[in-house]
RNA sequence: GCCGGUGUGUCGGAAUUGGCAGACGAGGCAGACUCAAAAUCUGUUGCGGGCAACCGCGUAUGGGUUCAAGUCCCAUCACCGGCACCA
């Protein structure tokens, strides 16, 4: 008899062997075929581990195990997105440097990861604080100014009244500041931009040509939002200004019963004389600017707003004169900050109408139908039919907007116009723990870039962390480091003092990976052309709008100059599901059921804790945790364990285990590409069980099942490879192949039914023709077949069906 | 409100994409071992009826297509996640 299973004995001993061994290291023969496996590096936080992190990460763990053992060179790397605020908040309270807190968060953080047994080539490891990386992400920085893509900009921040201090949205909660409760309002700064709206078509683009799961496509598209549609100049009464709205629906310009501008909009300002309640309107401006943008999305469904008394529009189809309106909903950072209201067609137009005894003109039909457009606005374009609109009368919704188009171009009153959502980056934060911003401010230059080769340029050792009073990164308050001279001019320059934002660092990391020690560029050209793109880049949900979107524009950029070999980073991306606490809650501190990863490889060891959370439930879906499945998986790894006592020297697999093995073979290969580690997993516990039921298991049987079962548990199997000396190391091994025609059984059982309900089944030969089959069926069903049979169906290997009356 | 996702035993979840619903795991019940418990092993386990072979009902709800529907179509409901007036 074998001795007890005990992970407490063989994980240690094994992550060592493979640590010594270099097992996974990635080599440099680009000679052969390749495999890049990614998953989102984590920010190392004070709390160590979640059980969540083991679960993308175990995953392709799975995929590059089994990749290694198809011979592919496979790069697994793992490193940390270490800048950000809550190391920054912690060294501020508890008075510690920053790259200490990270120092020891990481340090944690790898011991973890290492005592999973995880594949990573750790060589690779990278940092993102560590000068000789960011030195890197400063040089994209400035490669981006010199393309002008980076510029300043005055923005809005959140800014907290009492701690005096520019908060981000997430440290926003309810529209008071998450730290001391105090209002937060909005103050305008000079913040650092980033183009990304100049690539919005490519980002759209380039997703036609990458294999990502749909609903990361769908959410980068309508977070990009492109949308088409015209531009109208309409005349104001009098003035040689024109007013410029955007509109998707130019077909309803027959119906426009007034005009609405955002409060934001200059001709307020302009035509400050002429607007005789100029009062009204600008006490309504300050009322808005109040408002956060918590309390206008409270305040949504109820419109607000102003008429503009002494300025009128005139709607450049018809002639017609409407008022022109000031209203909040109308935002300033969309299309041109005006639009034309057709309250018949727009709900928010109707709102407003409605509200404001506006008139209401129906110029869309829906097909031959009556719509009572006092009742709701009609909007659906499918359905719709222009009336009331000269030219256009008649016309679907479609047609309608190209003739329009036509007809506004030629008249050179407006033009087609394609519009994003999609904001530009707001790169600057007023912050400590963040790459430096490569730039310096000269008074006669204006902003100017430093030298590349004095790159890094190194985030400088301050006294405080704290921002300063007037909303300053603390890099502000010193003057030696901020006070230098300018590359252009060699006269007085200053430093930018705001640092970039974490997403920088993560925007390019996958970069580095594939030559971390480069001193001469993010990375060799050789190794970026044999890497790239990812193979496989698995991430969360919450990372799909930003992370995704940022880190493909700057690929793009890059490889627009030359830089990176793919026009895109990663060639397929999936994402996994949350693992919740046992009552199916998020898992919380207040909500105390927080499950530390920890105390599960302590209990009952790392193979387990891998096996569990691939078994939990299907990867993309959020999935509980629960204590009894962990012990179900440490159970199933002991059936495993004690195989060993009832394994033969036979070689080659046993004549009625011959079908189930190629089966479960050709099941857990594919299984492992697509997600369904769950039903692998449960391939091979019905493997063992049927061992168990034969009570002896071949030596190529066990060995199969080892191989297999390696990628999720490989403490364990390496460990019964050594016990039964096997020879070499199971993750030299090759990956199991089956044969096609060896997974089909020789008899099949099929069902009988009459009318499509099953009475019966029959054991059949696989190559049975239809008429013996039918003819069994029948037999089999005897007396219960009644009436007379009108149809007999027979789907090979499946199933007969009588269909009698 | 819009976008996306999900509804299957007591629970987590399977179902080769239209072909025997409930694989695998957990939990329950019964038994073996044990002084006993735990662990382990064996059997059983969707609901209802019948001694039984069997029969009826069952995949959120209502309808439809089909020889055959968890799977396809139409409508409805519930829950989860994201975004908030994008003209």
């Not at 005990?6 to 062997?17: A, S």
């Not at 109208?232 to 119906?255: P, S």
Request: proline residues 4%; hydrophobic residues 35%.
């Amino acid at each position: 008899m074998a001795s007890g299973y005990n992970h407490k004995l063989i994980e240690g001993k094994w992550q060592k062997v493979w640590d010594d061994n270099k097992a996974f290291a990635a080599t440099n023969d680009f000679s052969k075929p390749k495999y890049y496996a990614l998953v989102e590096f984590p920010y190392p936080s004070g709390q160590g581990l979640h059980v969540g992190h083991p679960r993308p990460y175990t995953a392709l763990d799975i995929v590059a195990r089994k990749r290694r053992m198809q011979g592919y060179n496979v790069l697994y790397p793992m490193g940390w997105d270490a800048f950000g605020l809550p190391t920054e908040n912690y060294a501020i309270k508890n008075k510690i440097h920053p790259k200490e807190v990270t120092k020891t968060n990481v340090a944690r953080f790898k011991e973890q990861l290492h005592s999973l047994g995880y594949s990573f080539d750790w060589d690779r490891e990278i940092n993102t604080t560590d000068s000789d990386y960011y030195k890197w992400t400063q040089w994209i920085f400035l490669k981006l100014f010199k393309e002008g893509l980076a510029y300043k900009k005055e923005m809005p921040i959140n800014w907290c009244t009492s701690c005096k201090v520019g908060l981000a949205n997430e440290e926003v909660v309810n529209g008071v500041c998450e730290r001391c409760g105090s209002e937060v309002v909005r103050k305008v700064k000079s913040e650092w931009m980033l183009k990304i709206t100049e690539y919005a078509d490519k980002l759209i683009e380039g997703l036609d040509g990458v294999d990502y799961i749909e609903r990361v496509k769908v959410s980068q598209k309508n977070w990009i939002g492109r949308s088409t549609g015209a531009e109208v100049d309409f005349a104001i009464k009098g003035k040689e200004e024109k007013l410029r709205i955007y509109t998707t629906r130019c077909d309803t310009l027959f119906g426009v019963t007034y005009m609405v501008v955002s409060p934001e909009h200059p001709y307020l300002d302009q035509f400050k004389s002429e607007i005789k309640n100029w009062d009204e309107i600008v006490a309504y401006r300050e009322q808005a600017s109040k408002k956060s943008d918590f309390e206008r999305a409270e305040l949504a469904k109820d419109k607000t707003g102003v008429c503009i008394d002494g300025l009128t529009a005139v709607n450049p189809v018809n002639g017609k004169e409407v008022p022109i309106w000031v209203s909040d909903y109308v935002l300033m950072s969309y299309g041109t900050g005006a639009i034309m209201a057709v309250p018949a067609h727009d709900e928010r137009d109707w709102e407003f109408a409605k509200k404001f005894g506006l008139p209401i003109i129906q110029v869309v039909a829906k097909d031959g139908e009556e719509v009572d457009v006092n009742e709701a606005a009609f909007t659906d374009v499918a359905t719709g039919v222009l009336v009331n609109s000269d030219f256009i009368n008649g016309l679907e919704v479609k047609d309608a907007k190209t003739k329009m188009i036509e007809f506004l171009e030629e008249k050179g009153i407006g033009q087609a116009k394609v519009n994003y959502k999609l904001r530009d980056w707001v790169f600057s934060r007023q912050r400590y723990w963040g790459e430096p911003i490569p730039i310096v401010e000269c008074e006669k230059c204006g902003f100017v870039p430093i030298s590349e080769d004095e790159l890094p340029l190194l985030l400088p050792e301050v006294d405080s962390y704290e921002p300063t009073d007037n909303g300053e990164s603390p890099l502000a308050a010193m003057t030696d480091w901020v006070n230098t001279t300018c590359p252009c001019c060699g006269g007085p320059a200053k430093r930018e003092t705001d640092t970039m934002p974490q997403w920088a660092g993560s925007s390019w990391y996958f970069l580095r990976y594939t030559d971390p020690t480069n001193k001469e560029a993010l990375a060799g050209k050789e190794a970026l052309k044999y890497w790239l793109p990812v193979d496989w880049y698995n991430g969360g949900m919450e990372h799909t709008t930003l992370h995704l979107l940022y880190s493909r524009f700057w690929h793009k950029f890059l490889y627009d100059q030359g830089v990176v070999p793919t026009s895109e980073p990663y060639q397929k991306r999936t994402s996994h599901g949350m693992i919740l606490g046992e009552n199916g809650e998020k898992m919380s501190k207040s909500r105390g059921n927080v499950v530390n990863p920890d105390d599960i490889v302590r209990d009952y060891g790392a193979d387990t804790l891998r096996t569990y959370e691939m078994f939990i439930g299907a990867f993309d879906l959020s999935a509980s945790w629960s204590e009894d499945g962990v012990k179900g998986c440490r159970r199933f790894l002991e059936r495993v364990w004690k195989l060993q006592d009832i394994v033969t020297d036979e070689d080659g697999f046993s004549k009625d285990m011959e079908t189930k093995m190629h089966q479960t073979i050709k099941k857990v290969s594919s299984d492992f590409e697509s997600l369904k580690y769950n039903t692998a997993i449960a391939a091979m516990m019905s493997l063992v069980n049927d061992f168990y039921k034969k009570n002896t298991v071949t030596k190529d049987e066990f060995k199969t099942l080892i191989v297999m079962l390696n990628p999720v548990a490989p403490h364990i199997t390496e460990e019964l490879w050594s016990l039964k000396n096997y020879g070499g190391y199971v993750y030299e091994q090759t990956w199991p192949e089956y044969d096609e025609a060896k997974t089909v059984e020789s008899t099949v059982e099929i069902a009988v039914q009459i009318n499509g309900k099953t009475r019966a089944t029959v054991a059949i030969a696989k190559d049975a023709d239809r008429d013996s089959v039918i003819s069994i069926a029948k037999e089999t069903l005897g007396d219960r077949l009644t009436g007379n049979i009108i149809k007999e169906i027979y789907v090979p290997g499946k199933i007969v069906n009588i269909v009698a009356k």
